[in-house]
């Protein structure tokens, strides 16, 4: 009864959500926070962990949750590095349902014990995701099915917020039907659950062969339904084709790293790298209307989904040319006057 209340308020604040973003282009939809930049694994592909920072400090993390707040972000999601190795994690989901913006949690699923759920429950947590990369541990993951199979089950019986595990194809990945097994245990567990397609280890982007097309539809029926239909981007990326979408990061998306420095992504951090406090609407509005230069081959699935909201909107023009808007506007009016925006 308790979970389903939860769902249902949480679906209501969603749907508000979207509505105030399709009615305005001028706050954040999605922030990714890192106040633990640590990670207990030491996955092989991984560019965002280390094994030696500390924890960011929670009233640091409260000024910067207060700033996202004031900006207007409708949901904060923490990544890391490893969150749950932050000793005040609870008081940081806390800070965020306090502003009434959603709290969501990147997590890879080793610190869930029953008691652990239950204070991430009363701490107000809403939305988890876990990624599991193969049903065995191997040298390059050991985010598998046999490993976290016990905390799935502690999962399904004591969370109360949604959870949606996600799988991985492409890259090289030695057992692709690891995806579609790790997709039906977690629509086992009652779980939502989607699919990530990779690019290859040199970063090129690469067509699935015929067996991994077969089992990404296959996991694609599967699961979140909301999902396979905000992810069309990945039908392009599974054929090895570019994909054209207008990426908002730095704008409508944002990447807090444990610095406190705004990024475009995980993947483009140092662009444009502007302390969060400082960060303004001319900020904002610049990053909005600034073509990426990595747009075409992106994978990274929020950031796409929050790209739809404002597709249909607001043409983007080359860093050069924005460039040169700029150095116009040193002299007269602000950016979004001379892009014509609103
Ligand atoms: S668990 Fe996540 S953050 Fe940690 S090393 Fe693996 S991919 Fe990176
Ligand atoms: S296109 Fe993708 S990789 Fe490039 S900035 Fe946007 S989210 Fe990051």
Same mark, same amino acid.
């Given at each position: 009864?308790?979970?389903?209340?939860?769902?249902?308020?949480?679906?209501?604040?969603?749907?508000?959500?979207?509505?105030?973003?399709?009615?305005?282009?001028?706050?954040?939809? %999605?922030?990714?926070?890192?106040?633990?930049?640590?990670?207990?694994?030491? +996955?092989?592909?991984?560019?965002?962990?280390?094994?030696?920072?500390?924890?960011?400090?929670?009233?640091?993390?409260?000024?910067?949750?207060?700033?996202?707040?004031?900006?207007?972000?409708?949901?904060?999601?923490?990544?890391?590095?490893?969150?749950?190795?932050?000793?005040?994690?609870?008081?940081?989901?806390?800070?965020?349902?306090?502003?009434?913006?959603?709290?969501?949690?990147?997590?890879?699923?080793?610190? #869930?014990?029953?008691?652990?759920?239950?204070?991430?429950?009363? =701490?107000?947590?809403?939305?988890?995701?876990?990624?599991?990369?193969?049903?065995?541990? *191997?040298?390059?993951?050991?985010?598998?099915?046999?490993?976290?199979?016990?905390?799935?089950?502690? %999962?399904?019986?004591?969370?109360?917020?949604?959870?949606?595990?996600?799988?991985?194809?492409?890259?090289?990945?030695?057992?692709?039907?690891?995806?579609?097994?790790?997709?039906?245990?977690?629509?086992?567990?009652? #779980?939502?659950?989607?699919?990530?397609?990779?690019? *290859?280890?040199?970063?090129?982007?690469?067509?699935?062969?015929?067996?991994?097309?077969?089992?990404?539809?296959?996991?694609?029926?599967?699961?979140?339904?909301?999902? =396979?239909?905000?992810?069309?981007?990945?039908?392009?990326?599974?054929?090895?084709?570019?994909?054209?979408?207008? +990426?908002?990061?730095?704008?409508?998306?944002?990447?807090?790293?444990? *610095?406190?420095?705004?990024?475009?992504?995980?993947?483009?951090?140092?662009?444009?790298?502007?302390?969060?406090?400082?960060?303004?609407?001319?900020?904002?509005?610049?990053?909005?209307?600034?073509?990426?230069?990595?747009?075409?081959? +992106?994978?990274?699935?929020?950031?796409?989904?929050?790209?739809?909201?404002?597709?249909?909107? *607001?043409?983007?023009?080359?860093?050069?040319?924005?460039?040169?808007?700029?150095?116009?506007?040193?002299?007269?009016?602000?950016?979004?006057?001379? %892009?014509?925006?609103?």
């Amino acid at each position: 009864m308790k979970k389903r209340s939860k769902f249902l308020s949480r679906k209501l604040r969603e749907t508000i959500f979207i509505t105030r973003a399709l009615l305005s282009s001028e706050h954040p939809v %999605l922030a990714h926070v890192i106040p633990m930049r640590r990670c207990n694994l030491a +996955c092989g592909y991984c560019n965002e962990y280390d094994k030696v920072s500390q924890p960011v400090p929670l009233e640091v993390m409260k000024r910067r949750l207060d700033k996202l707040a004031e900006l207007g972000t409708s949901i904060i999601t923490i990544s890391g590095g490893e969150p749950l190795m932050h000793p005040e994690l609870d008081d940081i989901i806390r800070h965020i349902r306090s502003h009434g913006i959603i709290a969501g949690l990147i997590s890879n699923g080793y610190y #869930f014990s029953p008691e652990r759920i239950e204070r991430l429950n009363e =701490a107000g947590l809403e939305y988890l995701q876990i990624s599991i990369d193969n049903v065995q541990p *191997d040298e390059v993951s050991k985010k598998s099915l046999r490993n976290l199979d016990k905390k799935l089950q502690h %999962l399904s019986e004591y969370a109360e917020f949604h959870i949606n595990i996600n799988s991985v194809l492409g890259g090289g990945i030695r057992t692709p039907e690891d995806a579609l097994t790790i997709a039906q245990r977690a629509v086992e567990l009652g #779980f939502s659950t989607t699919v990530g397609v990779i690019h *290859d280890h040199d970063g090129t982007l690469k067509p699935l062969t015929e067996k991994e097309k077969q089992i990404f539809h296959a996991v694609k029926k599967l699961g979140n339904k909301d999902h =396979a239909r905000l992810n069309w981007f990945q039908d392009s990326i599974a054929e090895g084709k570019p994909y054209e979408w207008r +990426c908002r990061a730095g704008a409508r998306y944002l990447y807090i790293c444990e *610095d406190g420095l705004v990024h475009w992504c995980s993947q483009q951090r140092g662009y444009p790298g502007i302390p969060l406090e400082k960060y303004s609407m001319e900020d904002f509005k610049r990053e909005y209307f600034t073509e990426k230069w990595c747009a075409s081959t +992106c994978t990274l699935q929020c950031v796409h989904q929050v790209g739809i909201l404002d597709n249909w909107r *607001d043409p983007q023009v080359s860093p050069g040319e924005m460039q040169a808007e700029q150095d116009k506007k040193n002299s007269k009016g602000s950016v979004g006057e001379m %892009l014509g925006a609103d």
